[in-house]
């Protein structure tokens, strides 16, 4: 699909006058895109499906593509002056090697025209060769062993002359993804011929690019462009968004920019720049900048799904190029022949004898369907099958959906709790002949402790120890981490009491307790309470939209002393404007009922406050009826809450007026992990 988008006026014309194109890729998305220009001088943007592709190089009249467990090469198959429906160049996948999902990152080729690439996943650089995955080329001093463990989050690779000479990395220690602790500041650039440490204290770097006798480089965390010199980093400019991906035409840099939606972008100097700047999350596109002056010369934004971008490559003599991607027709009927300038087309011919009646395969390289679930384990149990327990890199609630038939609670996609993930996700798994059979997975919080999200064993697998075994080894690795405490919080079920709670006695954590009393509603039910009619709100009190109050009304909130879980978000993200109401008094703000939407059809009401010298009349009911009605004429139907457990207030309300008009009400229980000393482990 070809797209005529908008963007800066004078992109196109500077496209047309360097008589160049741009190629860069977004993981998230899946998408390759070629940028271009037509004749006419608008903008062309064409996109191809691959999975999770990377790293970009150029050399000659191939593209060479890092993706999820291959290294890609796409050759242009149009000769000089030739067009393929309005392009210059039609970019072909040629060949693939399979590495696996070692995390590919950046690629390039060698002098000997051989691929280059950064294996993230193994801290190492390495090259293709027969009868492996991976043949590694180069590690970073301070890196002891080849283990698939991301120790310092590889991710750069710049050339000299042909020869790779520096390499960017997120952090500089040997242990498993030790970076993740340090994104701000733990950062280094290493001189690959010495294993010299030429800069540090740089904050998540990434594509260094050795260009007119300077080193240049993105510092990622700050959202800057600048160069290294003398150790340290001199940034030209600031950019509104994390910055990735960075390739030069003449006298001037194109860096990728992506928004701050992924766990791993948060708690970053950028993030507080970009409120500050007033552009919370930043912006997704490219920007042209001025070497000279670090000025914005031209920019494109890019519109959703896509929202990330990694790497950015220049095509040299390219107008508008094109690629066929590895679903459709095109791919299986296009060939080209030496020696003649037209490609030819060929039609698939009738199959003769019988034919082939197997299940549809999905072309290997396109990725998984979204919702596909990985299959259970088919391995049938023995007891001697050995366990091995494994580190499982690089969850994100948009890649979870493989392993959804193995969480519990449900973080299927389109689920409540995968909604609600917002940190950093760490994963384990039992593996039994190679095959998952169960899976525990923690979430970081911001304040450095994790809550376990999610564990479960295969039914057939069960009691033999490995839910134990599972979140035993998940404890001991996050204090590794320093990542302390470890939580829980789930609904409180006969199951979960009878197989989950013996678990965590055995393992030494606290004595589960009621924190949350757990609601759940039918608007159409609670829609037909009358106490809007019995205890209705008159002058001097009136209701407004809670958007619709000014922010000095606002702000009014913090002088009514609510408690600190009852006072209104000062971010207005997901609140459902119809149910969000404001209680004043003579235009005073004494109350409020603040919802949040949840999902398509479900509603979270947050907080129900009234100040205490305005509670008679029962007006907190009013309140409340006067949102229940509201949520029924938006044809929203499931409503829920959560009241802490030590809210006496709240408790009584429920007691003596809600709860005979609810259709569900349950408890929610928490409880801690032990800190563990070094000792224990």
């Given amino acids: 699909m070809t797209t005529t988008i908008p963007a800066s006026p004078d992109l196109a014309a500077w496209l047309r006058e360097l008589g160049i194109s ?68 039609l970019y072909v996948p040629a060949a693939a090697f399979t590495t696996g999902d070692v995390n590919t990152h950046e690629v390039v080729l060698g002098s000997d025209g051989q691929p280059i690439f950064v294996n993230t996943a193994f801290s190492c650089l390495a090259t293709l060769a027969p009868g492996c995955s991976f043949a590694p080329t180069w590690q970073p001093p301070f890196i002891t062993k080849l283990a698939g463990d991301d120790r310092c989050h590889l991710n750069g690779l710049a050339l000299e002359n042909g020869i790779p000479t520096w390499v960017s990395a997120c952090g500089g220690s040997d242990e498993p993804s030790s970076w993740r602790n340090n994104r701000s500041g733990g950062g280094v650039l290493i001189h690959i011929p010495s294993g010299e440490l030429v800069a540090t204290g740089l904050s998540m770097p990434h594509s260094p690019r050795w260009h007119e006798g300077r080193l240049w480089l993105l510092n990622s965390g700050t959202g800057e462009l600048g160069w290294i010199e003398q150790g340290r980093l001199h940034s030209l400019c600031a950019l509104p968004g994390f910055v990735r991906g960075l390739a030069f035409a003449r006298g001037c840099a194109v860096v990728g920019l992506s928004k701050l939606r992924s766990p791993q972008f948060s708690g970053l100097p950028l993030e507080e720049r970009l409120i500050t700047e007033g552009i919370p999350g930043g912006v997704c596109g490219l920007r042209v900048i001025d070497l000279a002056s670090g000025e914005i010369r031209h920019s494109i934004d890019l519109p959703e799904p896509i929202d ?43 199959p003769s004898g019988k034919p082939h009646q197997g299940p549809k395969l999905r072309p290997f390289g396109l990725p998984e369907p979204s919702g596909t679930a990985a299959p259970l384990a088919t391995t049938s149990p023995s007891a001697n099958t050995p366990i091995h327990y494994q580190r499982v890199f690089h969850l994100t609630p948009a890649n979870l959906a493989p392993y959804a038939a193995l969480t519990f609670p449900s973080l299927a996609p389109g689920s409540s709790s995968l909604a609600r993930i917002k940190g950093e996700l760490w994963g384990l798994s039992a593996m039994a002949a190679g095959v998952m059979v169960g899976f525990a997975i923690a979430e970081r919080r911001a304040d450095g402790g994790a809550q376990l999200l999610s564990l479960k064993v295969d039914p057939a697998w069960r009691r033999r120890g490995i839910g134990t075994g599972l979140l035993q080894r998940l404890m001991v690795f996050l204090a590794r981490e320093a990542i302390a405490p470890l939580s829980l919080r789930y609904k409180s079920s006969p199951e979960l009491s009878t197989c989950f709670e013996p678990i965590l006695a055995r393992l030494g954590w606290s004595q589960p307790r009621t924190d949350f009393v757990l609601l759940e509603g039918h608007s159409s039910q609670l829609a037909a309470i009358d106490w809007a009619d019995r205890y209705p709100i008159s002058a001097p009190y009136n209701l407004l939209p809670w958007l619709a109050l000014t922010a000095e009304q606002r702000a009014q909130a913090t002088a009514l002393q609510a408690p600190a879980e009852l006072r209104p978000p000062a971010d207005l993200q997901d609140l459902e404007p119809t149910i969000c109401l404001a209680l ?5 703000l004494v109350g409020w009922l603040i919802a949040h939407r949840t999902g398509a059809s479900i509603v979270r009401y947050s907080s129900l406050f009234v100040a205490p010298a305005h509670r008679g009349r029962a007006r907190a009911l009013a309140l409340l009826a006067e949102g229940f009605r509201r949520q029924h004429a938006a044809g929203i139907p499931f409503a829920r809450a959560a009241i802490d457990s030590s809210n006496e207030v709240m408790l009584r309300l429920l007691d003596r007026h809600l709860g005979i008009h609810l259709s569900s009400i349950g408890r929610s229980r928490f409880c801690k992990a032990p800190l563990l000393q070094p000792k224990n482990f």
């Fill in 22 to 89: 741009l190629v860069f890729s977004t993981y998230r998305a899946n998408r390759l895109l070629f940028l271009g220009a037509s004749e006419q001088g608008q903008l062309k943007l064409h996109e191809r499906l691959f999975d999770r592709p990377m790293g970009l190089f150029v050399a000659g009249e191939s593209l060479w593509m890092a993706t999820r467990c291959q290294i890609w090469r796409l050759d242009n198959l149009l000769a000089s002056g030739q067009l393929h429906e309005g392009g210059d160049r």
């Fill in 308 to 350: 990330e971008l990694f790497d950015v490559a220049v095509l040299p003599g390219v107008r508008q190029p094109r690629a066929l991607g590895l679903q459709g027709e095109e791919i299986d009927c296009l060939v080209k022949i030496p020696e003649q300038p037209q490609l030819l087309r060929v039609r698939p011919m009738a």
């Fill in 584 to 588: 004043l008094h003579q235009n005073a």
